[in-house]
């Protein structure tokens, strides 16, 4: 068999292995031919689309393909969302299709698109009518599970969501053992609360928040995941059902403003917690610090090219570019040096839209994983002699990153870091060893 | 006393609905806010004409002697600054660069203010307009061409690899810009004939989303530029342009092949659309005419009357109205100045009958 070469001709199929009723058929013994015409062009998959609640603008498509080039996953596959139109006016409802869940709502597509055809509610409509149908990646379906029996995805206690509090080496207020009404309740959000390097992220917070003179708290084992990404992969009851326990959290204590660490949970405070019944200030903790950089007593000098990752869900779908700029700039002895993709034009982690939890299945249908593709472009930027730092403000990155700079074979050459890790570490008296 | 048409606007469309009114007997007066005729033709160095590549200047300069008539007369650097009235009887205030105000008793009035090109610095790719030297947009690309050259302007030297990118600032509904400018598709091809004359070892390409080649512009323009001067259609779109080796790395998708394309340019020119010009929005709010929502002057007789506005006794000519090309903008300079002139006798004749 291994000398029967297999023909690659559009349009024959030829099976390597194939076994019928006991009978050896692999090579060339099974050849077919698949039907070349097109023979009808249904029409129902559009409308079906269109007719849900979100899909409506796929139909408004003008083929003229600027979203592909655009598209983060285009980059590592086959795949865009004019391809996506394409398909379904074709026939196909994408149910059963692996495109259904390439899609990190990354918004790149939308913000070139002339006809404002938008993904970002195409994709979670027509996955929320999969959810129903129980059609569900297997590793999708864990995620949401464990968001619904325990409130964080990776299916931690929830008593054990502040944990990392313990080693902070400040304290950190709970805000129902406070007893009176707090300036800021902080969010500490899933990946802060569970992940070992988002621990980290949420301890350096904790002494950044503690050195400013802030006055905090948080929610402790009371919060629960945001929910944003599993609203955007399709389950919109799940979504729902943390967003409710979240809101009645919240109207149990005075604060006065919300600070989130994860953009993911700013989107939902900020765009889809008002229509649910919370309404409130809310501010990504970039946004927090910003206001108050000036106030920042610098003890040390870091001495790195740093470059900086903007994350989907705080620019280009919230607007804010500058607030992490500002606050690294002001970090003594860093130089920020652009990636090519920055700002509006942003490169996706991979990990929005429930991509966090897809990693296995998408690496089926890619050639990298986009996290891979955007540590190159960092490397190409801060080069790799040990003071380059990919910095980041999203509490997604840090894991996804780091295995991507290992999976590239960058280990040791660059490092990531979340930007509160940076200006912790400018803030501590020692002289910092490199980051 | 013949009665008098006010015409706005010393474009091809002014031009020949001044020229109109003299021929049909009446007396008009012309208002053009720069200090030559010629309008955005002559202002932004348009060389050949499409489809039939004739000189602009001489084409012009017929227009330009069409006015030298004595029942015509031609206020240069001068603006409207106040207008009263309704038809038959409008009172406008001629304003010249001196500050020295006329006043104009009117019958009608053809506005012909026309429009102005995209200014690619709105688009929401990123061509990089205003970063790179080499990225031009037709109108820059006219004026080289006017003088009989083409080349790279960060160098100075031809281009080997010329791309065209159709449909910047048209068609697009972010931008608020929802209609197709028509004429872009036509202009660039031609443009592309002219650099293939001018450099026959250049590699020219148009990138499209849907070539609009409607009527002889097929035959006239289309089929030649591929057939006879090789010009490369691709049915793809750019997103981005980043600098590379000194060059100009385009990327985006050929939607045939379903394939991204990232391919090396000396020049690009942005095919930029039509938008209404300043004077349009201006002239437009002054007269009291209504503007459609991209604030082109409406028509709302369409399709039958396609230069009434929504005020008796004004008419529009020309790109004024929505993107035009000269053929269009000609025949409506016509039409609009019989109407107007019409207009003006017939409200002639009910005021004389009321005074009699």
């Known amino acids: 068999m291994s000398d029967q070469p297999l023909i690659k001709v559009d349009r024959i199929l030829e099976k390597e292995h194939a076994v019928i009723d006991g009978i050896d058929i692999s090579g060339r013994w099974n050849r077919m031919f698949s039907q070349r015409s097109i023979t009808e062009y249904p029409t129902e998959a559009m409308d079906w689309i269109t007719g849900l609640d979100g899909g409506e603008s796929l139909r408004d498509c003008y083929q003229c393909g600027k979203c592909v080039p655009v598209c983060p996953v285009q980059h590592v596959g086959s795949y865009g969302p004019r391809k996506l139109h394409v398909k379904v006016l074709r026939g196909n409802n994408l149910i059963d299709d692996p495109d259904l869940w390439l899609c990190t709502t990354c918004g790149n597509c939308f913000r070139v698109c002339p006809k404002e055809v938008n993904p970002l509610q195409i994709m979670p409509a027509i996955r929320e009518q999969a959810v129903l149908q129980g059609k569900v990646p297997d590793e999708l379906a864990q995620a949401f599970a464990n968001l619904q029996r325990q409130g964080n995805p990776q299916g931690e206690s929830p008593r054990k969501r502040v944990d990392w509090a313990a080693e902070a080496g400040v304290p950190v207020p709970l805000i129902g053992e406070l007893g009176r009404p707090v300036d800021v309740l902080w969010y500490v959000s899933d990946y802060t609360s569970y992940h070992p390097r988002g621990k980290d992220a949420a301890r350096a917070m904790a002494r950044v928040l503690t050195a400013l003179g802030v006055d905090f708290a948080i929610l402790g084992p009371e919060e629960r995941s945001d929910g944003d990404s599993a609203r955007l992969a399709g389950e919109t009851g799940l979504f729902e059902l943390l967003a409710e326990q979240n809101i009645k959290a919240f109207g149990k204590y005075a604060f006065a403003r919300l600070v989130v660490m994860d953009p993911h949970a700013y989107n939902a405070f900020r765009n889809h917690y008002p229509r649910l019944g919370w309404t409130g200030e809310v501010l990504h903790y970039t946004q927090f610090l910003a206001e108050h950089v000036e106030r920042i007593a610098w003890r040390s000098r870091l001495d790195l090219e740093v470059t900086y990752h903007d994350p989907c869900y705080l620019g280009r779908n919230n607007g804010e570019y500058d607030a992490p700029r500002k606050l690294l700039a002001a970090i003594p002895g860093v130089r920020l040096a652009e990636m090519p993709h920055n700002r509006a034009n942003g490169y996706c982690c991979g990990g929005g839209g429930g991509g966090m939890w897809l990693d296995g299945f998408v690496a089926e249908h890619v050639s990298e994983r986009l996290s891979e593709r955007r540590v190159r472009e960092a490397v190409a930027t801060v080069g790799t002699d040990g003071s380059g730092v990919l910095s980041v403000a999203c509490p997604y990155e840090p894991s996804r990153f780091e295995d991507a700079v290992k999976s590239t074979g960058n280990d040791g050459r660059i490092v990531v870091r979340d930007i509160i890790e940076l200006i912790d570490q400018a803030m501590q008296p020692l002289p910092a060893t490199t980051a | ?356």
């Open chain 2, 1 to 356: 006393m013949p009665e008098t048409v006010l015409v706005v606007g010393g474009g091809p469309a002014g031009l020949e609905a001044a020229r109109t009114v003299a021929q049909l007997g009446g007396r008009a007066v012309l208002v053009e806010r720069r200090d030559v005729l010629g309008g955005t033709p002559d202002e932004s160095h348009y060389a050949a004409l499409t489809p039939n590549m004739g000189s602009a200047q001489e084409a012009l300069d017929i227009l330009r002697a069409g006015v030298r008539d004595p029942a015509i007369e031609v206020h240069l650097g001068a603006r409207l600054s106040a207008f009263a009235g309704s038809a038959g009887d409008f009172t406008a205030s001629v304003t010249g660069a001196d500050g020295a105000t006329t006043e104009v008793k009117a019958g009608a009035v053809v506005v012909a203010t026309g429009f102005q090109h995209f200014d690619p610095g709105r688009e929401t790719q990123m061509y990089g307009y205003y970063e790179h030297a080499d990225v031009i947009t037709l109108p820059d690309a006219e004026k080289m061409l006017s003088e009989h050259r083409f080349v790279r302007p960060s160098t100075g030297e031809p281009p080997r690899n010329v791309a065209f990118i159709q449909c910047v600032g048209s068609r697009d509904r972010r931008l608020g810009n929802d209609y197709c400018s028509k004429v872009c598709c036509g202009v660039a091809s031609k443009e592309a004939i002219e650099i293939r004359r001018l450099l026959p070892d250049a590699k020219v390409y148009i990138f499209y989303i849907d070539m609009r080649m409607y009527g002889y512009w097929e035959n006239e323009i289309y089929w030649p530029a591929q057939e006879q001067y090789n010009v490369n259609y691709i049915r793809g779109i750019v997103t981005e342009i980043v600098a590379k080796e000194g060059r100009l790395l385009m990327k985006g998708e050929d939607t045939t092949m379903g394939r991204p394309l990232e391919v090396l340019m000396d020049v690009i020119v942005l095919s930029v659309g039509m938008e209404p010009s300043r004077g349009t929005r201006e002239v437009a709010a002054l007269l009291g005419v209504e503007q459609n929502r991209f604030g082109f002057i409406a028509t709302p007789g369409e399709p039958m009357d396609p230069v009434g506005t929504s005020v008796p006794g004004i008419f529009v000519a020309g790109a004024a109205a929505g993107p035009k090309d000269l053929e269009d903008t000609m025949g409506m300079a016509g039409s609009a100045a019989a109407k107007a002139l019409a207009a003006a006798r017939q409200a002639g004749v009910r005021t004389a009958g009321a005074v009699s």
